[in-house]
């Protein structure tokens, strides 16, 4: 049992943390190419395709929930898969340098200040 190794649960947080963030950052990929004027309209229908299939009731599958997510991953990555790769190319670097410059804009505190907290209240009180 010990000898087990890259168990899901032993990642560190980053590793989990870098998931999320690629997932919104695929996301927000997504959205990007459907406002693009150059990727072609029947191409934009595999993620709405998708998204129509989980708000719609009815499943064509019977491995609920499983079968909603697999439609929803399948339409994104089918959609970016597809779509052509000079453009996501051109799309993933801009959201790349956005990230860029929003961690250059988080600047750590520039001074800290050491001090000491006297709880004054249980002095008057006696």
Same mark, same amino acid.
């Given at each position: 049992m010990m000898g087990k190794e890259n168990r899901t649960l032993d990642m560190p947080k980053k590793a989990n943390e870098? +998931? +999320? =963030?690629?997932? +919104?950052n695929n996301l927000k990929l997504i959205v990007r190419l459907l406002k693009d004027k150059r990727i072609n309209f *029947?191409? !934009?229908?595999? $993620?709405i395709g998708a998204l129509i299939y989980? %708000?719609?009731?009815?499943?064509l599958l019977s491995l609920n929930p499983l079968d909603? /997510? %697999? %439609?929803? *991953? &399948?339409g994104g990555y &089918? +959609?970016?898969?597809?779509? $052509? @790769?000079?453009?996501?190319?051109?799309h =993933?670097? /801009?959201?790349?340098? /956005?990230?860029?410059? #929003? !961690? /250059?804009? #988080? @600047?750590? $505190? !520039? @001074?800290?200040?050491?001090?000491e907290f006297d709880d004054l209240s249980s002095d008057e009180a006696q």
């Open positions: 870098s +998931f +999320f =963030r690629e997932l +919104f *029947w191409l !934009k229908l595999l $993620p989980l %708000v719609v009731p009815v499943d909603d /997510a %697999v %439609v929803v *991953w &399948l &089918l +959609f970016i898969e597809l779509c $052509p @790769e000079e453009i996501v190319k051109e =993933r670097d /801009a959201l790349r340098k /956005a990230l860029e410059e #929003e !961690k /250059a804009d #988080e @600047e750590p $505190p !520039k @001074e800290v200040i050491d001090g």
